[in-house]
């Protein structure tokens, strides 16, 4: 079947059409749903912000637990479908958004006072979380659903296949913690990829220090983008190799090869 043609039936009986371009896959496993807010823990005390409620298999739940809510969903019919549920309710606010454009900032101006949950669309999952992560210090955790893929690639370490951008910013900002699978069958449609829930925790103290946070993710975006080359010659574009060959690192190692320290060295003598 295809995912376009895969029609969902809502709780209040009303039917929704899939739609592949916002890669939609709607949970429906109820063990699992109970699994996932069993790690979230939601209470009263918590804001949380859910980014793509769908038809509201977690948002119910979230609601129960007596949070405030903000939902964040880029498919109108739902949208529409999530106000009405909770129209008479003030703790539920729902915005008809793309949470690539939406400035998480407007919901709160504390420090760590946000929890963030999601079924992230597959395709689009790394942008948002670099997205997200433009305010981590409103964020208090994330709790996402997202292919196995790429919560291995954040949580690799040196030199593992999977190791790169995504790890070291990642690992940056958060602590990682891939917290247990979910089998296919617990969607509609059933997505082709292995599933898995992870949560981030934004660090209170960076793991590594650094003169300007935006230089660092120059210098890996530029390093990876040639991950195949050394770094003298993946790197020259934005260091000339006199200053890379000062610092106490390898110039002829791949990018694969340098730790978060690393790193954060090679930015510092670029910012500093």
Do not use: W
Request: charge should be positive; glycine fraction near 4%; proline fraction near 6%.
């Amino acid at each position: 079947m295809k995912q376009e043609n895969s029609v969902i039936r809502l709780p209040n009986g009303l039917k929704h059409q899939a739609r592949k371009r916002f890669g939609q896959n709607f949970l429906h496993d109820q063990q699992i749903i109970e699994r996932i807010i069993k790690v979230i823990s939601p209470s009263q005390e918590n804001h949380i912000v859910e980014i793509g409620p769908g038809h509201g298999a977690l948002t119910k739940p979230l609601f129960e637990s007596g949070a405030d809510l903000d939902c964040i969903e880029i498919d109108k019919d739902l949208a529409e479908f999530i106000d009405n549920q909770f129209v008479n309710h003030s703790r539920v606010r729902v915005y008809q958004s793309d949470i690539l454009k939406f400035d998480l900032s407007i919901l709160s101006n504390k420090d760590r006072n946000l929890r963030v949950v999601g079924n992230l669309p597959y395709n689009i999952s790394t942008p948002v979380i670099f997205h997200l992560l433009k305010n981590h210090e409103l964020i208090e955790d994330m709790t996402f659903m997202l292919q196995l893929e790429v919560i291995q690639r954040m949580a690799s370490s040196v030199g593992q296949k999977n190791y790169g951008r995504l790890s070291l910013m990642t690992q940056y900002y958060c602590k990682v913690e891939h917290l247990f699978n979910v089998p296919s069958s617990s969607f509609i449609p059933k997505p082709k990829v292995v599933s898995a829930i992870v949560r981030l925790t934004p660090h209170q103290t960076f793991p590594v220090k650094v003169i300007d946070p935006n230089c660092l993710q120059i210098v890996i975006r530029t390093a990876f983008n040639q991950r195949r080359k050394t770094l003298k010659n993946s790197l020259k574009a934005i260091m000339p190799t006199s200053a890379l060959d000062k610092l106490p690192i390898d110039a002829s190692l791949r990018p694969e090869s340098l730790s978060l320290k690393d790193y954060a060295m090679i930015s510092d003598a670029i910012s500093g």
